[in-house]
């Protein structure tokens, strides 16, 4: 089993530009999640799913947004991207509510 | 307040030693604790669930205060294998999300 995988492992973007990242997980786990990391930030949720077809909020979702149109995967896109949403992106899923949660090996972004 | 509040360090610490990391949280209706680990630029992985009465896994012991609403971390013996940024997380009843600490870090010195 690879786990929770992620696509791209590092990407640069200019202000404004749009990018879509991937999210797969191979564990048949319900719930899957989107944090980003900054230094002396801890990890701060921004999107989560609870199943297929759903997605709800987290701490930090403007400027984002998700989807789960399969079990397997959860797409997290920027729409227009910000210098501020320069970050490390993780993903990780677990199978229910409460449950340890597994992470993908993160994804790099600058925005320039 | 923040809800879940950790030292940030660095521990340093000689081989060998033992180390404790304190973890508070602000909602008392939480319900379930997790200590994980993070190494640099790697993602974080489970190091153990800490239940009420307490639990024990090798060289590590978790340990939870309800009424003083924190949990522990105790490390015996380290190792510089040890050396990483220990994250506490923490749900309350009825939520769906937990929260991360910012972590703790330790450095082990040879």
């Known amino acids: 089993n690879a786990g929770v995988t992620q696509t791209p492992k590092f990407r640069v973007l200019k202000t404004g530009q749009s990018m879509t990242l991937l999210c797969a997980q191979d564990?048949?786990?319900?719930?899957m999640y989107w944090y980003r990391q900054d230094p002396g930030m801890g990890l701060r949720l921004i999107h989560y799913?609870?199943?297929?077809?759903?997605?709800a909020k987290g701490e930090v979702p403007d400027g984002y947004n998700v989807s789960r149109l399969k079990k397997q995967n959860f797409l997290l896109g920027l729409e227009s991207a910000a210098p501020s949403q320069t970050s490390v992106y993780f993903c990780?899923?677990?199978?229910?509510?409460?449950?340890?949660?597994?992470f993908g090996p993160g994804t790099r972004l600058l925005v320039l | 307040r923040k809800e879940v509040e950790q030292d940030p360090g660095p521990f340093n610490v000689p081989e060998g030693a033992t180390v404790a990391f304190n973890c508070t949280y602000s909602?008392?209706?939480?319900?379930?604790f997790f200590w994980y680990r993070q190494d640099c630029r790697k993602e974080p992985k489970l190091l153990m669930s800490?239940?009420?009465s307490g639990n024990e896994d090798g060289r590590f012991t978790a340990q939870l205060n309800r009424a003083s609403q924190y949990i522990s971390l105790l490390i015996r013996d380290s190792k510089l294998s040890d050396s990483a940024t220990y994250l506490c997380?923490?749900?309350?009843?009825?939520?769906?999300?937990?929260?991360f600490g910012t972590g703790t870090k330790l450095q082990v010195i040879p």
């Open positions: 990780a899923s677990s199978p229910f509510s409460g449950e340890t949660q597994y």
């Open positions: 564990m048949n786990h319900e719930y």
């Open positions: 799913s609870v199943g297929e077809g759903t997605t």
């Open positions: 909602n008392s209706a939480s319900q379930s």
């Open positions: 800490v239940y009420s």
């Open positions: 997380v923490v749900r309350a009843v009825g939520y769906q999300k937990v929260t």
